[in-house]
């Protein structure tokens, strides 16, 4: 990446700290080591990861056999998912990450049942709704914290709330939250899952971390890895990584939100300029995220000119066999089909600076004139 090109798609994945590739250097450089094995040499890798294990156990505010380390958000997802005892009802929306959404819709063909929660322009299920949605067979409410397209934040208290009194499982998909805001805690969340390069980590390693009193089956069987919970030796590495960025986000996290906040408003204030703008997602949002709608451009046309003119960012579309489609997650909300097709994201991260965001702001002015 140049210092010309400008990166506004940190919800997709972000620059490795250097910190973090430091921390992953102790097992990538060292001797041999499997945390399994009873020699010296196992030992020492053992030790290390004991140690990651109690760093982010802290930082969940948790119990060192509570953490789960996994090779993805979307593992951690589906041990969070598929683990659960089969049958039931689960609560959830139509607007989650196909990791969640799609594993949901498979367990649904298998004999689930499930409520899909309606979002409208707001863009997050609201509390009333889930609490009315509780069935006496009832498995777990599976929601995102904050949605990964429009960045719509759920009220997580208030859902936890309602979770704990009823006394059903909440599990959260929190892949596009961490490294935002802080993760709330509340004793009616039963899980969390986070993916590590989601907030400047290593690729391959994520967390899922689940309360005692939630019982779940392993996703992978074989040897006693992970409290018998994920079988297969650990990317000890991708664990060191991952936990000294979660290092990282503890110590500096509110003015990490703080300065995510300061760009995201400052970019938004300056597309005002723009004539025919929409922000989508009426509930409070995440720090870092914008989905706008540029109303009369195609959006996957702006999104091409924006990378040939050095601005990488993502399509608030999807390409499906050639023919461009809008977002299910914006369709869920009930935005019109041409307003979903003309949608980008832009998600800002901690490397970036305002003084990108003034040359971005003047490159879209450029493009969305020409393209209008």
Same mark, same amino acid.
Request: proline share 4%.
């Given at each position: 990446?140049?210092?010309?090109?400008?990166?506004?798609?940190?919800?997709?994945?972000?620059?490795?700290?250097?910190?973090?590739?430091?921390?992953?250097?102790?097992?990538?450089?060292?001797?041999?080591?499997?945390?399994?094995?009873?020699?010296?040499?196992?030992?020492?890798?053992?030790?290390?990861?004991?140690?990651?294990?109690?760093?982010?156990?802290?930082?969940?505010?948790?119990?060192?056999?509570?953490?789960?380390?996994?090779?993805?958000?979307?593992?951690?997802?589906?041990?969070?998912?598929?683990?659960?005892?089969?049958?039931?009802?689960?609560?959830?929306?139509?607007?989650?990450?196909?990791?969640?959404?799609?594993?949901?819709?498979?367990?649904?063909?298998?004999?689930?049942?499930?409520?899909?929660?309606?979002?409208?322009?707001?863009?997050?299920?609201?509390?009333?709704?889930?609490?009315?949605?509780?069935?006496?067979?009832?498995?777990?409410?599976?929601?995102?914290?904050?949605?990964?397209?429009?960045?719509?934040?759920?009220?997580?208290?208030?859902?936890?709330?309602?979770?704990?009194?009823?006394?059903?499982?909440?599990?959260?998909?929190?892949?596009?939250?961490?490294?935002?805001?802080?993760?709330?805690?509340?004793?009616?969340?039963?899980?969390?899952?986070?993916?590590?390069?989601?907030?400047?980590?290593?690729? #391959?390693?994520?967390?899922?971390?689940?309360? !005692? +009193? @939630?019982?779940?089956?392993?996703?992978? %069987?074989?040897?006693?890895? /992970?409290?018998?919970?994920?079988?297969?030796?650990?990317?000890?590495?991708?664990?060191?990584?991952?936990?000294?960025?979660?290092?990282?986000?503890?110590?500096?996290?509110?003015?990490?939100?703080?300065?995510?906040?300061?760009?995201?408003?400052?970019?938004?204030?300056?597309?005002?300029?723009?004539?025919?703008?929409?922000?989508?997602?009426?509930?409070?949002?995440?720090?870092?995220?914008?989905?706008?709608?540029?109303?009369?451009?195609?959006?996957?046309?702006?999104?091409?000119?924006?990378?040939?003119?050095?601005?990488?960012?993502?399509?608030?579309?999807?390409?499906?066999?050639?023919?461009?489609?809008?977002?299910?997650?914006?369709?869920?909300? #009930?935005?019109?089909?041409?307003?979903?097709? !003309? +949608? @980008?994201?832009?998600?800002?991260?901690? %490397?970036?600076?305002?003084? /990108?965001?003034?040359?971005?702001?003047?490159?879209?002015?450029?493009?969305?004139?020409?393209?209008?």
């Amino acid at each position: 990446m140049t210092n010309q090109r400008i990166y506004f798609d940190n919800n997709a994945t972000t620059l490795l700290d250097p910190r973090v590739f430091k921390a992953m250097l102790k097992d990538l450089s060292g001797p041999p080591a499997n945390p399994s094995s009873v020699h010296w040499f196992g030992q020492q890798a053992k030790n290390l990861l004991m140690n990651a294990r109690q760093s982010a156990a802290s930082f969940f505010q948790a119990k060192s056999d509570e953490i789960v380390f996994t090779s993805s958000g979307t593992e951690s997802l589906n041990m969070m998912l598929r683990g659960l005892k089969p049958g039931g009802h689960l609560i959830t929306s139509a607007i989650e990450h196909s990791a969640m959404y799609k594993t949901i819709r498979s367990l649904e063909a298998g004999g689930t049942t499930v409520s899909y929660l309606p979002v409208g322009l707001w863009g997050a299920p609201l509390p009333q709704t889930i609490d009315c949605a509780i069935k006496p067979d009832t498995r777990a409410i599976a929601l995102s914290l904050s949605n990964g397209e429009t960045g719509v934040k759920i009220d997580a208290m208030a859902i936890a709330e309602i979770a704990k009194k009823q006394g059903v499982p909440l599990l959260l998909d929190c892949v596009s939250y961490a490294g935002k805001e802080r993760l709330p805690v509340h004793p009616g969340i039963s899980a969390m899952c986070i993916s590590g390069h989601k907030f400047h980590g290593p690729k #391959g390693v994520g967390i899922l971390f689940r309360r !005692s +009193s @939630l019982k779940l089956n392993p996703l992978i %069987t074989g040897g006693n890895q /992970e409290y018998q919970m994920r079988a297969g030796t650990e990317n000890l590495a991708g664990i060191l990584g991952l936990t000294e960025a979660l290092k990282i986000l503890s110590e500096t996290q509110d003015e990490i939100a703080a300065h995510l906040l300061g760009l995201r408003l400052h970019f938004e204030k300056g597309l005002m300029s723009l004539s025919d703008i929409r922000i989508h997602g009426e509930g409070p949002r995440i720090s870092n995220t914008s989905n706008v709608a540029f109303l009369g451009v195609d959006g996957e046309t702006l999104f091409m000119q924006l990378d040939l003119a050095g601005v990488a960012v993502s399509q608030g579309s999807a390409c499906s066999s050639g023919a461009l489609e809008p977002s299910r997650v914006l369709m869920q909300m #009930g935005i019109e089909k041409k307003v979903a097709q !003309s +949608s @980008l994201r832009f998600s800002f991260g901690r %490397t970036n600076t305002q003084e /990108e965001v003034e040359r971005a702001l003047e490159i879209i002015a450029h493009i969305v004139k020409k393209l209008r």
